[in-house]
């Protein structure tokens, strides 16, 4: 059974970071992207980065968000089954719950999400 879980969230100050993982499982997680998403109270839930697979579907691909990019890194590590977001010079418009689930721009793989990490940033 696919299973998604997030972690590392916290509470930050703003310009302060934060490294979030997203370990998977269930599933060939090499062949696939993955992509970060969160959801701010009362928002829809928006994509913030992802990053194509290393054997499969869009090799070497990244993508970001125009709100995140040059502060946001996306990385993952086949061998922990393990997605990143690195993510630097936190505002306070970057908290949400972040969500992690297998996709790529616009397309999400069938499969539940998981219980996401919270990210604060406030002063």
């Known amino acids: 059974q696919m299973q998604l879980v997030e972690s590392g969230g916290g509470l930050v100050e703003p310009g302060g970071s934060l490294t979030l993982s997203c370990v998977g499982s269930g599933f060939t997680f090499s062949s696939f992207p993955m992509s970060w998403y969160r959801q701010a109270p009362g928002k829809e839930r928006e994509l913030v980065a992802g990053i194509g697979s290393n054997i499969g579907v869009t090799p070497g691909k990244l993508n970001y968000s125009d709100s995140v990019l040059g502060r946001f890194t996306v990385s993952r590590d086949d061998a922990k089954r393990t997605a990143y977001l690195q993510m630097n010079d936190l505002k306070v418009e970057d908290t949400a719950v972040y969500y992690c689930?297998?996709?790529?721009?616009?397309?999400?793989?069938?499969?539940?999400w998981g219980p996401g990490t919270q990210v604060t940033v406030s002063s």
């Open positions: 689930n297998r996709g790529f721009g616009t397309y999400i793989w069938p499969g539940s």
